[in-house]
T-cell receptor
Framework: GAVVSQHPSWVICKSGTSVKIECRSL??????MFWYRQFPKQSLMLMAT?????????EQGVEKDKFLINHASLTLSTLTVTSAHPEDSSFYIC????????????FGPGTRLTVT | AQSVTQLGSHVSVSEGALVLLRCNYS??????LFWYVQYPNQGLQLLLK??????LVKGINGFEAEFKKSETSFHLTKPSAHMSDAAEYFC??????????FGSGTRLSIRP
C-alpha cells in the first residue's frame, strides 16, 4: 500500500513553455502533499506544501507565480512550471501524507524536467 | 537553524563489510529522525525512523540506527553490505508543519 505515482516520469520542453506534473496517491487519501526539487547529486529541497482545497504554502525563495501548485482532490496534486527556462531543469519529487502519523510521507518516483 | 549533517558525501565498502553512514542533528530537543534511501532516478523510500520510543531502531533491508543524545548522532549501520545496497542515503529530521528537512546525502558504493 501507500503508493504515489508521478506523471510524466520524464519531460523535455522548450524554453518559454509551461509543463504540468501530476502527483497521485493511488491507494490512500492525501490530506497534504509536498513538492521537492532535487539538483544532480544534491539533496531534496522543499518547494511547497499543499493541502486539499486550499492554497499552497511556498518555501522562502520559491516563486509561487512560476511554480503553480494545485491540490484539487485528496488524491491529486499538480505542479505547473510556467515559462520554463533551462535553469528550471531538475528532478521534481512529490510526496503525499495521509495525515495519520507525524511526518508520514510517501514519495513519488520523481519527474525529470529538461528545458532546452 | 535546526538541521542534520551527514558526514561523508561518498562511502565505499566491500561486499560483506560493515556499512556505517554518519548523521548528526542539531536540536535542543530530540526530534523525529529518519533515514531514507534513493535508488537512481527514483523517489525516496523510508528505511527507518526514530520517534523517541527506543534508541535503537531497526529498519528494512537489515539496516538499523542508534539515537545517541549525548553525541547528537543518528548513524545508520548494516552488518554486511550487499551489492543491492548501492544507493543514495539521506538522513532527515522532522520540522514544523509536518515538514521533513533532508541532509545532503551520502552515496554508498559497494565493491565486489
Amino acid at each position: 500500500g501507500a503508493v504515489v505515482s508521478q506523471h510524466p516520469s520524464w519531460v523535455i520542453c522548450k524554453s518559454g513553455t509551461s509543463v504540468k506534473i501530476e502527483c497521485r496517491s493511488l491507494d490512500f487519501q492525501a490530506t497534504t502533499m509536498f513538492w521537492y526539487r532535487q539538483f544532480p547529486k544534491q539533496s531534496l529541497m522543499l518547494m511547497a506544501t499543499s493541502n486539499e482545497g486550499s492554497k499552497a504554502t511556498y518555501e522562502q525563495g520559491v516563486e509561487k507565480d512560476k511554480f503553480l501548485i494545485n491540490h484539487a482532490s485528496l488524491t491529486l496534486s499538480t505542479l505547473t512550471v510556467t515559462s520554463a527556462h533551462p535553469e528550471d531543469s531538475s528532478f521534481y519529487i512529490c510526496s503525499a501524507s495521509p495525515g495519520t502519523e507525524p511526518y508520514e510521507q510517501y514519495f513519488g518516483p520523481g519527474t525529470r524536467l529538461t528545458v532546452t | 537553524a535546526q538541521s542534520v549533517t551527514q558526514l561523508g558525501s561518498h562511502v565505499s565498502v566491500s561486499e560483506g563489510a560493515l556499512v556505517l553512514l554518519r548523521c548528526n542533528y542539531s536540536s535542543s530537543v530530540p526530534p523525529y529522525l529518519f533515514w531514507y534511501v534513493q535508488y537512481p532516478n527514483q523517489g525516496l523510500q523510508l528505511l527507518l525512523k526514530y520517534t523517541s520510543a527506543a534508541t535503537l531502531v531497526k529498519g528494512i533491508n537489515g539496516f538499523e540506527a542508534e539515537f545517541k543524545k549525548s553525541e547528537t548522532s543518528f548513524h545508520l549501520t548494516k552488518p554486511s553490505a550487499h551489492m543491492s545496497d548501492a544507493a543514495e542515503y539521506f538522513c532527515a529530521r522532522g520540522s514544523s508543519a509536518s515538514k521533513i528537512i533532508f541532509g545532503s546525502g551520502t552515496r554508498l558504493s559497494i565493491r565486489p
